[in-house]
């Protein structure tokens, strides 16, 4: 048991500190010193003494709350509203009647992306790093985007997807118009494929046709095909092949110099043994060069000719665009579920950022705190 | 003319409180020269800014709390690094020639029981026993919570109880008013 005695420390302090004289003239120093002080100028700089009500500490905590949050949110909805898809793929899924206006911004660096030209729709293009950029409207102006890709031996491989909905009796004739585009644009029929459904066995007619045509006039047909029946969906994309097409024309070079250089060897070889030798590497050289070549070949195939597979059903086929039609208690359910399943996975998407955020917030806090305290040390104390 | 009111303004704040400002920072720093030092700087300071004084606010804390800051500077940046105080300026140098109640062997004792003391707990015992400041304006002294201030006092109160030099310290019948005890 140990005893502490205020009244005792009070006396023991005072007997301490109140002994000792003060020293002379200490203050006609100050006095002396505040005198010449108070000729210059130097601008108080310490803030008021009052006690902190936390207003200023609240105001500093909610900026930095701010600054956290803008500087993790902005990132993030970025992230997920720009459609940066590595192909550059654009899907649009068209209405029976497509009105009003669409933009799209898409920033790739390694691939372009044509304009598919929709109806009432136009699509805005900014492609930062292929050294394409265009304003696609109606379809009219992708043609200078396209233009602008051939440029400078750019080698752009275009495919796409449509799906119409023709009406009854037209899917034959639709077949046929399809064909006559693509060979009016300067291409042709990949494959087809069809099945004649009949009234007598309630089936529906369906099938499918690929057309190929000149990379310049892809737009062109995209444009035509979407209006040869109900367009319920249109995909496109392009993707810039020229690195690869001249890192292959490159090795295809350097293998026929390594072949040149072989074959002077070899008339200058007399052994049998050094002849089979280089006989050899001219094979692998030649293999080499042969396979490069094929890859070439396909490459400026795929570039020179771009791809559009039309799927053709007719209207009434089911599988063109499942929708839920249940009603009543039924609809309620699924759409509860649904956004119990979008909430659930909403939360599990914000966590991580939402983490990382709080842990910024809090080194922020820390860092404010230590600095706040270090510069009313460095201010020597008032307030 | 402004200037020389203000100065007129100084010199009533030292003859008011030159004198026990010195003697707090001698408590808190340990010798004289250093404390006098310090309530220099701390006045001329106080002065400088006396604008941030806010209407209405209570001098005597603002000046504490100008003199234990300055105090605070120096433990932190100069006094750690200087050689070793001249032992006649020491807190446990009291002189005790004359001493025929024992009054000097008290306050030498408590004296070298609150050097021992951090300084952070050294400052609150000396604003609450010596400069008699309440809890409240100790907190605003040293720009801390009343809690923090009570639970620092609390922390002291225990280690001076603990301190070798105060466990031979006769009780003294004369103050029970404010004895209070502490499970160690």
């Known amino acids: 048991m140990t005893t502490f005695d205020e009244e005792m420390m009070t006396r023991a302090l005072r007997e301490a500190a109140d002994d000792f004289p003060i020293s002379e003239g200490a203050v006609e120093r100050i006095l002396d010193e505040a005198r010449d002080a108070a000729t210059s100028n130097d601008s108080p700089r310490i803030r008021a003494f009052i006690q902190r009500t936390g207003r200023v500490q609240s105001t500093l905590l909610g900026a930095a709350a701010c600054v956290v949050v803008l500087a993790v949110a902005v990132p993030l909805f970025n992230a997920e509203g720009a459609t940066t898809h590595p192909n550059a793929l654009r899907v649009a899924h068209l209405s029976p009647a497509p009105i009003g206006e669409k933009t799209v911004n898409v920033h790739s660096p390694a691939f372009a992306i044509a304009g598919t030209g929709f109806q009432n729709t136009s699509g805005q293009l900014a492609l930062t790093g292929s050294t394409i950029s265009g304003i696609v409207t109606n379809g009219t102006s992708s043609q200078s985007v396209k233009a602008a890709s051939l440029d400078g031996s750019l080698r752009v491989e275009e495919v796409g997807a449509i799906h119409l909905t023709v009406g009854d009796k037209l899917f034959q004739s639709t077949l046929t118009r399809l064909t006559d585009f693509a060979t009016t644009d300067g291409g042709f029929v990949a494959s087809t494929q069809s099945h004649m459904g009949t009234k007598a066995s309630h089936s529906y007619s369906t099938g499918s046709i690929v057309l190929q045509v000149p990379e310049h006039n892809f737009t062109m047909l995209v444009d035509q095909v979407r209006h040869a029946g109900l367009a319920t969906s249109v995909v496109t994309s392009a993707a810039d092949v020229t690195g690869q097409y001249v890192d292959l024309q490159a090795r295809i070079s350097a293998l026929k110099v390594s072949r040149a250089q072989y074959l002077a060897i070899m008339t200058r070889t007399n052994s049998i043994g050094g002849i089979l030798s280089v006989q050899e590497q001219l094979n692998s050289i030649q293999s080499q060069i042969e396979q490069l070549q094929g890859q070439l070949n396909l490459l400026n195939s795929e570039t020179t000719y771009a791809t559009l597979t039309v799927s053709l059903s007719e209207a009434g086929h089911p599988v063109i665009t499942p929708t839920h039609h249940a009603r009543g208690i039924d609809k309620a359910w699924h759409e509860s579920l649904h956004g119990f399943a979008a909430g659930v996975e909403w939360l599990i998407r914000i966590a991580g950022p939402l983490l990382f955020a709080l842990l910024l917030l809090a080194a922020l806090l820390l860092f404010g705190r230590l600095t706040w305290r270090a510069t009313e040390r460095r201010r020597g104390g008032i307030g | ?184």
């Open chain 2, 1 to 184: 003319v402004s200037d020389a009111v203000d100065v007129d303004e100084l010199r009533t704040w030292l003859e008011d409180g030159y004198s026990s400002s010195v003697r707090t920072a001698y408590l808190i720093l340990g010798n004289r020269p250093d404390a006098e030092d310090a309530v220099q700087e701390s006045f001329l300071r106080a002065w400088k800014f006396r604008d941030s004084l806010a209407t209405g606010s209570s001098f005597k804390p603002w000046l504490y709390r100008v003199v234990v800051n300055t105090c605070n500077s120096k433990l932190r940046k100069e006094i750690p690094h200087r050689n070793r105080r001249r032992p006649d300026d020491d807190l446990d140098e009291v002189a005790m020639e004359e001493d025929p109640i024992g009054r000097v062997t008290l306050s030498h004792d408590v004296m070298s029981a609150l050097k021992d003391l951090p300084a952070h707990l050294r400052i609150v015992v000396v604003l609450r026993y010596y400069v008699d400041l309440s809890e409240h304006d100790i907190a605003l002294v040293i720009g801390r919570q009343p809690g923090t201030v009570k639970s620092r006092l609390n922390e002291a109160r225990r280690r001076l109880a603990l301190h070798p030099a105060l466990q031979s310290e006769a009780p003294d019948p004369t103050s029970n008013t404010f004895r209070k005890e502490r499970q160690s």
